[in-house]
C-alpha cells in the first residue's frame, strides 16, 4: 500500500492538523519506494522498536513518541543518528502522533482506557496547551482492572483519566468531582499537590497507559485498510537492540 494512503488513513481519524502539538506528527523519516506491505506500531522510536520493525519485516513504523519535536532535529548525533541510521539501513519509514493519539475519541489512549474501565458518560477533560486530551467518566459499581499486567481497583463515581505523565491533572479532577484519578506517572510535587487535598491518584505507568492508543490504530487500519500490521511491545523491541 502508498505510504500517503496510509498516512491519510491516519490523518482522517486522528485530525493532526488540529492540535498544537510539540510533536511533529505525521511521517518524520521518509523511505525509497513508496509502497509497504507491513506496518508496526509502537509506543517509542526507539532504536529496538526500529529494529524489531526491521526484523518483522515492517515498510513502516508508527509510533506515539517520535524523534522530531519542536524545531525538529538540530544535529544527527547520539542517540538521533542511531535511530535515524537504523531507520535508514532497514528502509524503514517513521511516522509520529503524539496528542492526536491521546485525545482521539475512537482509538485514542484515554478513550480505549475508559471503555477499559467501563466509564458510562465519557466526556472530553483536561486540557493541555489548549488541547483537551483526557477523559472523565462514571463508574456504577467498583472494578478491577488490568495495566501492564497489574491490576488497579477503581472506585464507584466520576473517574478521570489521563495517559502518559500528567499528574498536574489530579487537582483539575478533584474540582470536577473525580473520586479518583488515573494517569501514566506524576512527578514528586505532582503527587503531594494531589494528597494535599485529598485526591487519589493511579500512577499505572507511562509507557504502560501508552500502549492502547498505538495498539487501536493497528487494529484499525488492519480492519479497514485490510493491511498488515503488528504491535511491537517494548519488551520485543528490547530484545532487538
Given at each position: 500500500?502508498?505510504?500517503?494512503?496510509?498516512?491519510?488513513?491516519?490523518?482522517a481519524?486522528?485530525?493532526?492538523?488540529?492540535?498544537?502539538?510539540?510533536?511533529?506528527?505525521?511521517?518524520?523519516?521518509?523511505?525509497?519506494?513508496?509502497?509497504?506491505?507491513?506496518?508496526?506500531?509502537?509506543?517509542?522510536?526507539?532504536?529496538?522498536?526500529?529494529r524489531?520493525?526491521?526484523?518483522a519485516?515492517?515498510?513502516?513504523?508508527?509510533?506515539?513518541?517520535?524523534i522530531?519535536?519542536?524545531?525538529g532535529?538540530?544535529?544527527?548525533?547520539?542517540?538521533?543518528?542511531?535511530?535515524?541510521k537504523?531507520?535508514?539501513?532497514?528502509?524503514?519509514?517513521?511516522?509520529?502522533?503524539?496528542?492526536?493519539?491521546?485525545?482521539?475519541e475512537?482509538?485514542?489512549?484515554?478513550?480505549?482506557?475508559?471503555?477499559?474501565?467501563?466509564?458510562?458518560?465519557?466526556?472530553?477533560?483536561?486540557?493541555?496547551?489548549?488541547?483537551?486530551?483526557?477523559?472523565m467518566?462514571?463508574?456504577?459499581?467498583?472494578?478491577?482492572?488490568a495495566?501492564?499486567?497489574?491490576?488497579?481497583?477503581?472506585?464507584?463515581?466520576?473517574?478521570?483519566?489521563?495517559?502518559?505523565?500528567?499528574?498536574?491533572?489530579?487537582?483539575?479532577a478533584?474540582f470536577?468531582?473525580?473520586?479518583?484519578?488515573?494517569t501514566g506517572?506524576?512527578?514528586?510535587?505532582?503527587?503531594?499537590?494531589?494528597?494535599?487535598?485529598?485526591?487519589?491518584?493511579?500512577?499505572?505507568?507511562?509507557?504502560?497507559?501508552?500502549t492502547?492508543?498505538?495498539?487501536?490504530?493497528?487494529?484499525?487500519?488492519?480492519?479497514?485498510?485490510?493491511?498488515?500490521?503488528?504491535?511491537?511491545?517494548?519488551?520485543?523491541?528490547?530484545?532487538?537492540?
Amino acid at each position: 500500500m502508498k505510504i500517503d494512503a496510509i498516512l491519510g488513513a491516519i490523518a482522517a481519524v486522528l485530525h493532526p492538523g488540529e492540535f498544537d502539538d510539540v510533536s511533529n506528527n505525521g511521517l518524520q523519516i521518509a523511505r525509497a519506494g513508496d509502497d509497504v506491505g507491513k506496518v508496526a506500531f509502537a509506543v517509542d522510536a526507539s532504536l529496538g522498536s526500529v529494529r524489531a520493525a526491521a526484523a518483522a519485516g515492517a515498510g513502516m513504523l508508527v509510533v506515539h513518541h517520535g524523534i522530531s519535536w519542536g524545531g525538529g532535529i538540530k544535529r544527527l548525533t547520539g542517540g538521533e543518528f542511531a535511530v535515524v541510521k537504523a531507520a535508514m539501513d532497514a528502509n524503514l519509514a517513521l511516522a509520529a502522533y503524539h496528542l492526536p493519539l491521546d485525545a482521539n475519541e475512537q482509538v485514542g489512549n484515554n478513550w480505549e482506557l475508559a471503555r477499559l474501565a467501563g466509564l458510562d458518560k465519557i466526556s472530553p477533560a483536561f486540557s493541555y496547551h489548549g488541547n483537551v486530551i483526557g477523559v472523565m467518566g462514571k463508574l456504577k459499581e467498583p472494578k478491577e482492572i488490568a495495566i501492564g499486567g497489574k491490576s488497579w481497583l477503581l472506585p464507584a463515581g466520576k473517574i478521570g483519566i489521563c495517559s502518559g505523565g500528567a499528574g498536574e491533572f489530579a487537582t483539575a479532577a478533584h474540582f470536577l468531582g473525580c473520586v479518583l484519578f488515573l494517569t501514566g506517572e506524576a512527578n514528586w510535587g505532582e503527587i503531594i499537590a494531589a494528597e494535599n487535598i485529598g485526591m487519589p491518584m493511579i500512577c499505572a505507568g507511562h509507557y504502560e497507559t501508552e500502549t492502547f492508543g498505538v495498539r487501536a490504530l493497528a487494529d484499525f487500519l488492519r480492519r479497514t485498510l485490510a493491511l498488515d500490521t503488528v504491535f511491537l511491545p517494548r519488551a520485543h523491541a528490547e530484545a532487538a537492540r
